[in-house]
């Protein structure tokens, strides 16, 4: 069998988990057996959640590179490792077989060593999805760089701060990217984000719409000449650079409650070894199938479910440049005919988007391939599970609604596809390795079935954060601060009846647009670097496509005489400060907010308001000023 640890029956299933609860430590030993160590860990686990300090597989020595390339060339080397899809349905598809795949690693690895990048370097990628992006990736781990992926949607500023924040020494770029009918000047971002940004020694520009771009003698370097260097040096080889376990492998960007996103941080051995063994249990990956996970790389399923756990597993992972809804609506459903894809993994705000389309775009496309399906990023609403359920599915396939975060690093909760029962709305049953526990505001543990209560996980598994990066007593604070011996996730969760898990959102104050996080703390301090406002408070709605849209209260200094065009001008400031992504759906001019005695905003009022609840604000007594919830109710939007 191709994964001695995949899980064929709900009765293997129970035994693992049980086993993987009395003893983690086997359990995980025998996962890891299965990977190419260059020399093998002394000790599956220590930790302690108070510092937080958490080791897996310590003394092992590996490269995931290793293990995502050269152990599969021998059997697979002919074997598609990336199907590449380009944004233009008309352009030319790419196959990279994992033999391509090892030598173009091993030959941009080389790229990055004769420019001076050595083990323990920071390095950003700011691509779009093409194959050199996974190449960029790969090669950075290869020779023991930390890589850190910045999402082509966040603007110059945010870039800059991710690029402080982590002293990139190196910058890897294209000069633009194509998604949808938009074309994004990367270089061109890129080049306003570096002026504040000295660590910064090169950047390597590939070359993808021949959009112009302004080229830094002595710092900015094209890709392709690059690559001709190494060629007339002979292509040598490059040896992977012999990691320890628990060395970084990257840094990944996320948002937070509170102040700037922080540097979330993984290590090379648990994040391999659970990144492979939630992909190919969860979507039950059989050798020879095509895989497709429509995320982007820029965020952590991209890093998980795009490259490291397939290429892990051998398997065919398909990449698409670019958007569901071009050119039309029908496109991932085009996609999955041309290259018969057994399953496909995406997120309820494309299936609510595409649901909007009708059923047009999805007749005549022969989904027959498709043998599994996967959700993930937010809560799945029932509508929308029936919808990919019957009109995706054809009621044959199994859905698996996975529910992880950037910090766990792979899925946690979710049903192993055609194996454990799903449930529409629920992301039910922790895998095999996974301890969930639902405590109430005290921390005191919601014992029993039919409860709510905050998700928190009493155990470590092995690919969970394991600081932020720079600070540290940030990753305590924010996850093992709050419940004394637990990883909080921030997120709130009922456990049914049948002890099922399901996800009701987030308990603080973080958005999940579109599945993507957003601080409400960072869309306000972008809005209030607006000239002319004063204040602001930024809460989430429910929104029919997005899951949540973000409603902005504003005060401004003098009042708006063009409310319209204000709004713009707002909006262009909050693009410019994080990006697109951030943009506010309604903006709301106030003459004040409502706060307590001791000035503290009440967002449970504003949250109300936004959510059209206006009759049902609750205590509204301890209020500085009553009378501005009243105009702000006249107000809403
Ligand atoms: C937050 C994590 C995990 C990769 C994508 C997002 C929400 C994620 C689900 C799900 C309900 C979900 C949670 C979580 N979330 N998946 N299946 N059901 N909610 O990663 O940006 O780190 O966000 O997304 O609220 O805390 P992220």
Same mark, same amino acid.
């Given at each position: 069998?191709?994964?001695?640890?995949?899980?064929?029956?709900?009765?293997?299933?129970?035994?693992?988990?049980?086993?993987?609860?009395?003893?983690?430590? $086997?359990? =995980?030993?025998?996962?890891?057996?299965?990977?190419?160590?260059?020399?093998? *860990?002394?000790?599956?686990?220590?930790?302690?959640?108070?510092?937080?300090?958490?080791? *897996?597989?310590?003394? !092992?020595?590996?490269?995931?590179?290793?293990?995502?390339?050269?152990?599969?060339?021998?059997?697979?080397?002919?074997?598609?490792?990336?199907? *590449?899809?380009?944004?233009?349905?008309?352009?030319?598809?790419? #196959?990279?077989?994992?033999?391509?795949?090892?030598?173009?690693?091993?030959?941009?690895?080389? #790229?990055?060593?004769?420019?001076?990048?050595?083990?323990?370097?920071?390095?950003?990628?700011?691509?779009?999805?093409?194959?050199?992006?996974?190449?960029?990736?790969? @090669?950075?781990?290869?020779?023991? @760089?930390?890589?850190?992926?910045?999402?082509?949607?966040?603007?110059?500023?945010?870039?800059?701060?991710?690029?402080?924040?982590?002293?990139?020494?190196?910058?890897?770029?294209?000069?633009?990217?194509?998604?949808?009918?938009?074309?994004?000047?990367?270089?061109?971002?890129?080049?306003?984000?570096?002026?504040?940004?000295?660590?910064?020694?090169? #950047?390597?520009?590939?070359?993808?719409?021949?959009?112009?771009?302004?080229?830094?003698?002595?710092?900015?370097? =094209? =890709?392709?000449?690059?690559?001709?260097?190494?060629?007339?040096?002979?292509?040598?080889?490059?040896?992977?650079?012999?990691?320890?376990?628990?060395?970084?492998?990257?840094?990944?960007?996320?948002?937070?409650?509170?102040?700037?996103?922080?540097?979330?941080?993984?290590?090379? @051995?648990? &994040?391999?070894?659970?990144?492979?063994?939630?992909?190919?249990?969860?979507?039950?990956?059989?050798?020879?199938?095509?895989?497709?996970?429509?995320?982007?790389?820029?965020?952590?399923?991209?890093?998980? &479910?795009?490259?490291?756990?397939?290429?892990?597993?051998?398997?065919?992972?398909?990449?698409?440049?670019?958007?569901?809804?071009?050119?039309?609506?029908?496109?991932?459903?085009?996609?999955?005919?041309?290259?018969?894809?057994?399953?496909?993994?995406?997120?309820?705000?494309?299936?609510?988007?595409?649901?909007?389309?009708?059923? !047009?775009?999805?007749?005549?496309?022969?989904?027959?391939?498709?043998?599994?399906?996967?959700?993930?990023?937010?809560?799945?609403?029932?509508?929308?599970?029936?919808?990919?359920?019957?009109?995706?599915?054809?009621?044959?396939?199994?859905?698996?609604?996975?529910? =992880?975060?950037?910090?766990?690093?792979?899925?946690?909760?979710?049903?192993?596809?055609?194996?454990?029962?799903?449930?529409?709305?629920?992301?039910?049953?922790?895998?095999?390795?996974?301890?969930?526990?639902?405590?109430?505001?005290?921390?005191?543990?919601?014992?029993?079935?039919?409860?709510?209560?905050?998700?928190?996980?009493?155990?470590?598994?092995?690919?969970?954060?394991?600081?932020?990066?720079?600070?540290?007593?940030?990753?305590?604070?924010?996850?093992?601060?709050?419940?004394?011996?637990?990883?909080?996730?921030?997120?709130?969760?009922?456990?049914?009846?049948?002890?099922?898990?399901?996800?009701?959102?987030?308990?603080?104050?973080?958005?999940?647009?579109?599945?993507?996080?957003?601080?409400?703390?960072?869309?306000?301090?972008?809005?209030?670097?607006?000239?002319? #406002?004063?204040?602001?408070?930024?809460?989430?709605?429910?929104?029919?496509?997005?899951?949540?849209?973000?409603?902005?209260?504003?005060?401004?200094?003098?009042?708006?005489?063009?409310?319209?065009?204000?709004?713009?001008?707002?909006?262009?400031?909050?693009?410019?400060?994080?990006?697109?992504?951030?943009?506010?759906?309604?903006?709301?001019?106030?003459?004040?907010?409502?706060?307590?005695?001791?000035?503290?905003?009440?967002?449970?009022?504003?949250?109300?308001?936004?959510?059209?609840?206006?009759?049902?604000? $609750?205590?509204?007594?301890?209020?500085?000023?009553?009378?501005?919830?009243?105009?702000?109710?006249?107000?809403?939007?």
């Amino acid at each position: 069998m191709a994964y001695p640890y995949q899980i064929k029956s709900l009765e293997e299933y129970q035994q693992n988990y049980q086993q993987s609860v009395m003893d983690p430590e $086997g359990f =995980w030993a025998n996962v890891a057996d299965h990977f190419y160590w260059r020399r093998k *860990w002394d000790k599956v686990l220590e930790w302690n959640f108070k510092d937080p300090d958490v080791k *897996w597989f310590t003394g !092992g020595k590996l490269n995931i590179t290793e293990n995502c390339l050269d152990r599969h060339l021998g059997t697979l080397g002919n074997t598609p490792a990336i199907i *590449w899809e380009p944004n233009d349905p008309e352009e030319r598809h790419r #196959v990279i077989t994992y033999r391509d795949l090892y030598n173009k690693v091993c030959q941009f690895a080389n #790229v990055l060593k004769n420019n001076g990048v050595k083990k323990g370097d920071r390095v950003c990628i700011y691509m779009g999805m093409i194959p050199e992006l996974a190449i960029a990736v790969l @090669a950075c781990a290869r020779i023991g @760089a930390i890589h850190s992926v910045v999402f082509g949607g966040f603007s110059a500023q945010s870039i800059a701060d991710r690029i402080q924040d982590a002293q990139a020494s190196l910058v890897i770029t294209c000069d633009g990217a194509f998604r949808g009918n938009k074309d994004i000047p990367l270089k061109s971002v890129i080049d306003d984000a570096l002026i504040g940004c000295p660590s910064v020694k090169k #950047v390597i520009v590939c070359t993808r719409t021949r959009t112009p771009v302004s080229m830094i003698k002595g710092r900015d370097l =094209w =890709w392709e000449d690059e690559i001709k260097q190494v060629e007339t040096m002979g292509n040598p080889p490059c040896a992977a650079e012999e990691m320890d376990a628990e060395d970084m492998l990257f840094i990944l960007y996320t948002s937070g409650s509170t102040g700037k996103p922080k540097g979330v941080v993984h290590t090379c @051995a648990g &994040y391999m070894v659970y990144a492979n063994y939630t992909f190919v249990n969860t979507f039950q990956y059989q050798p020879g199938e095509v895989y497709f996970c429509t995320a982007d790389v820029g965020w952590i399923t991209g890093h998980s &479910y795009i490259i490291y756990g397939p290429l892990s597993a051998g398997a065919t992972t398909l990449m698409f440049e670019g958007v569901p809804t071009y050119p039309d609506a029908g496109r991932l459903w085009s996609i999955v005919d041309k290259y018969r894809v057994n399953i496909l993994y995406t997120a309820p705000t494309a299936i609510r988007s595409l649901m909007g389309y009708g059923l !047009g775009p999805v007749n005549h496309k022969d989904l027959s391939s498709l043998k599994k399906l996967g959700s993930v990023g937010e809560p799945i609403n029932e509508e929308a599970w029936h919808w990919f359920k019957d009109h995706i599915g054809k009621g044959r396939c199994p859905i698996v609604d996975t529910w =992880w975060q950037t910090e766990t690093g792979g899925i946690m909760i979710t049903p192993i596809a055609g194996i454990t029962k799903e449930k529409p709305g629920y992301a039910t049953l922790p895998l095999p390795g996974i301890q969930p526990i639902l405590v109430d505001e005290n921390g005191k543990e919601v014992k029993g079935n039919n409860v709510n209560g905050n998700l928190c996980i009493k155990f470590p598994w092995p690919g969970m954060l394991r600081t932020t990066y720079g600070d540290h007593e940030r990753c305590r604070t924010t996850y093992f601060a709050t419940y004394e011996n637990l990883y909080f996730t921030g997120d709130g969760c009922l456990r049914d009846e049948d002890g099922y898990y399901r996800i009701t959102g987030r308990v603080d104050d973080v958005l999940n647009v579109s599945g993507h996080r957003i601080g409400t703390a960072e869309v306000e301090n972008a809005i209030n670097m607006h000239a002319g #406002v004063v204040e602001s408070a930024v809460v989430g709605y429910p929104h029919d496509i997005k899951g949540q849209g973000i409603y902005a209260y504003v005060i401004t200094e003098r009042q708006v005489h063009d409310p319209e065009l204000t709004k713009k001008d707002i909006l262009q400031t909050v693009s410019r400060i994080i990006g697109p992504i951030a943009k506010p759906d309604k903006i709301q001019f106030v003459s004040g907010l409502p706060k307590t005695r001791s000035g503290k905003i009440m967002r449970r009022i504003l949250r109300k308001i936004a959510e059209g609840e206006l009759d049902n604000l $609750g205590d509204t007594s301890t209020l500085l000023d009553p009378v501005v919830v009243e105009e702000i109710k006249r107000g809403k939007l």
